[in-house]
């Protein structure tokens, strides 16, 4: 009965590949989020999705496409992977009425190294 | 442009005491300010959060501590405990045009806590 899942959890790979990482909600939010951390810990949005359209797409290199195919599910697919990419990236859910004060809820993370 | 600055980046604190963590930020059309906790291989989870209407608001040993002039915000945890060791981000948000924020967070740097017994 996880909220929010992830997978895979870890993912290891080479340079120049591509590669996806599903998320999924079972709290019937409508919006949904990709973070990123780095090895510092620190968190940035990288995109949001509501409903199945993006809403929020901040500075992110369009080696990363994300697709919401329902509004439960947003995964994130990326290309040609550097080894700047190498980061922790978490999946995130909320009510979506679009108030300020939501709650996000976050999944479990997958943690990408490439090599 | 770092637009929420939090410090410290680590903190070492003993069982019993006061854990103080500050944030600042600078776009003044935040309103929603909320603390997540992470503990380690998890996501981050909502700790306890503050709109500027108010100055402090406290949930069981956990307050935040508002600023509005000083632009300013800080969680303290009274009575810290071993399990209260986890990484603690300040966040904020904005309501943007039409009443919405599209849930936008933008995260301070995170503060590494660590409570000994």
């Known amino acids: 009965d996880t909220a929010v899942s992830q997978t895979p959890k870890y993912l290891v790979t080479q340079m120049g590949n591509d590669k996806s990482i599903k998320c999924e909600q079972n709290l019937g939010h409508d919006t949904m989020y990709w973070y990123k951390q780095d090895s510092k810990k620190f968190l940035k949005i990288m995109f949001s999705?509501?409903?199945?359209?993006?809403?929020i797409n901040e500075t992110v290199p369009n080696r990363f496409s994300p697709k919401s195919p329902d509004k439960a599910h947003l995964n994130l697919h990326i290309n040609s992977l550097e080894l700047g990419d190498s980061a922790v990236y978490f999946c995130a859910s909320s009510r979506g009425t679009g108030l300020a004060q939501e709650t996000q809820y976050f999944g479990p993370g997958t943690r990408l190294l490439v090599l | 442009q770092q637009q929420v600055k939090q410090s410290p980046q680590s903190l070492i604190v003993q069982k019993g005491g006061i854990s103080i963590i500050n944030c600042a930020y600078e776009?003044?059309?935040?309103?929603?300010f909320p603390w997540y906790q992470q503990f380690p291989g998890k996501g981050p989870a909502l700790l306890i959060a503050i709109r500027p209407d108010v100055s402090e608001k406290k949930e069981g040993r956990f307050t935040i501590s508002f600023n509005k002039s000083a632009k300013q915000f800080s969680l303290h945890i009274m009575d810290s405990q071993p399990g209260d060791s986890a990484t603690y981000f300040c966040a904020a948000s904005s309501t943007g045009p039409g009443g919405t924020s599209y849930g936008k967070l933008t995260f301070g740097q995170g503060t590494i806590l660590t409570v000994h017994p």
């Open positions: 776009n003044t059309a935040f309103d929603y």
């Open positions: 999705y509501n409903n199945k359209e993006l809403i």
